[in-house]
């Protein structure tokens, strides 16, 4: 399986969750927004649960690392969050499946990531990236990078605990840093 990126340009980013509506329906659109926004792996925002969302925080036990997730909602994520509520108030999720409504007896869950990973893999083929599930968070934390050029606060937001993971992570190469010192004339 390829690499995938980081989105660098936030046009792209747009056609992305365009593209991802067009194609698969608001659901996937706004699971490629939310996890922009939010930075978390696949398996953890899949999981997200509306009893996860305490007015705007998320508090999220990750998966992976076992860490406590608490992180403040943006607007884009609260707006996103509440129209899901208002349309699905039977839902246990924020991204269920809806194949389980059909299905009597058989307890809510969310959406696989294998589902999302073909359809991200696809809009990625339209746009000519390496697209992934990954690439969400990958692309949180290169435009973070960019915006502040604190490599440690990017670290804390994805939770790493080595700068050297995360410039390769968020995709900062050797390239993107020789132009920083070239264009940063004191």
Do not use: C
């Not at 390829?2 to 792209?12: G, I, R, W």
């Not at 996860?52 to 990750?62: C, G, P, V």
């Not at 073909?118 to 968070?137: C, K, N, Q």
């Amino acid at each position: 399986m390829a690499e995938v990126q980081a989105v660098k340009s936030l046009d792209t980013v747009k056609l992305i969750s365009h593209l991802l509506d067009r194609h698969y329906g608001q659901q996937m659109a706004d699971i490629w927004n939310v996890g922009l926004n939010l930075a978390l792996r696949i398996s953890d925002l899949l999981s997200i649960r509306f009893s996860d969302i305490q007015a705007e925080r998320l508090l999220l036990k990750e998966g992976k690392t076992g860490k406590v997730a608490n992180i403040k909602l943006n607007q884009k994520t609260i707006e996103i969050t509440n129209r899901i509520r208002r349309q699905y108030p039977d839902h246990t999720y924020l991204f269920q499946s809806y194949r389980n409504q059909r299905a009597g007896n058989v307890p809510p869950a969310p959406l696989s990531r294998r589902y999302v990973s073909r359809a991200f893999a696809l809009i990625g083929e339209d746009v000519g990236i390496s697209l992934g599930t990954h690439s969400m968070r990958k692309t949180r934390g290169y435009h973070l990078y960019k915006s502040t050029k604190d490599i440690g606060r990017v670290m804390k937001m994805l939770r790493h605990s080595s700068e050297g993971v995360t410039l390769r992570y968020i995709g900062i190469t050797q390239e993107d840093i020789d132009k920083d010192f070239v264009e940063l004339e004191i």
